[in-house]
């Protein structure tokens, strides 16, 4: 079995935005608190947004979803950033700042869940910095985001990271640096054994996840175009996630996780529930 993470703090931190080709807010941080909060969980969400349509809508969003948004902070200089390809350009997202009240929802036992992005701007990173020292079990998706972080940025949020979420390129972009591993195996395996991740999950472009849950691998096949689909690789994580905290030995969780993005539109959060996913996996078992 696996050990028991707390399910009463899950934290998500970091950039929140509105995809320009569909105009939906489908980043890192919103899909996997939808995710999780759409599974039974109550996960909060620390990001920034502006004081604009886009802003408000956001906050319209979570709020009808009953995702609490009391740390969602106002930024009066930047707008609610709209994505549509990376800018050096300063949005609300890149200045979340420290809040007293932080400390009293991040604790030892809460799960923190967060991304690159926001380490790419000084004073978001400041904050998510001084977050992470305070935490021994955190989740962290990793992006590619070069030249906008460096190798020593990359390196504070992998050290102590509980569970690596990233795929095939950024695996390779990160090991290049201090290993000459060519298969993807020994690359997890040197990864894991030099940041000492418990969990690494890798996604690759022939529709497969690799997980490396401590000494174990698996290898696990995705619905076809699965791959590269972030939205599909978020809920996944989310599965993963929601039946480690629920205390399932890993065959299970994998089980849990496949079948939510097999089953599932996973891109519309509200038409699903852990309880129709258990169901799933029951009768699939009988055929």
């Not at 969602?72 to 700042?97: C, H, R, V």
Request: hydrophobic share 40%.
């Amino acid at each position: 079995m696996t050990e028991l993470l707390s399910k009463e703090k899950i934290i998500c931190f970091g950039e929140s935005y509105w995809i320009t080709a569909s105009e939906r807010d489908s980043c890192f941080p919103l899909s996997i608190t939808y995710h999780l909060k759409a599974l039974g969980l109550s996960p909060l969400l620390i990001t920034r947004v502006g004081l604009d349509d886009a802003g408000k809508q956001l906050i319209r969003d979570f709020e009808g979803k009953q995702i609490a948004t009391d740390y969602f902070q106002i930024d009066y200089d930047y707008n609610t950033a709209k994505w549509n390809g990376f800018s050096e350009s300063l949005k609300a997202w890149n200045n979340i700042e420290w809040d007293d009240r932080f400390t009293d929802i991040i604790t030892n036992d809460t799960i923190f869940i967060h991304s690159l992005l926001p380490a790419s701007n000084q004073r978001s990173r400041d904050t998510l910095f001084k977050v992470i020292d305070r935490l021994p079990k955190r989740v962290f998706q990793l992006q590619h985001f070069e030249p906008f972080v460096t190798q020593q940025i990359v390196g504070q949020c992998l050290q102590g990271a509980y569970v690596l979420h990233l795929s095939v390129p950024e695996l390779e972009w990160i090991t290049g640096w201090f290993s000459r591993s060519t298969s993807i195996e020994d690359r997890i395996s040197v990864l894991q054994d030099r940041f000492y991740i418990p969990y690494l999950l890798v996604h690759n472009k022939e529709n497969e996840v690799i997980v490396k849950a401590k000494d174990s691998l698996y290898t696990i096949k995705q619905p076809d175009g699965s791959a590269g689909k972030s939205y599909i690789q978020d809920a996944f994580l989310a599965g993963f996630l929601f039946q480690l905290i629920t205390n399932r030995g890993i065959p299970a969780v994998l089980d849990f996780a496949n079948a939510l993005i097999t089953n599932f539109p996973v891109n519309v959060f509200e038409q699903y529930n852990a309880d129709a996913i258990y169901e799933t996996i029951k009768t699939n078992n009988k055929k």
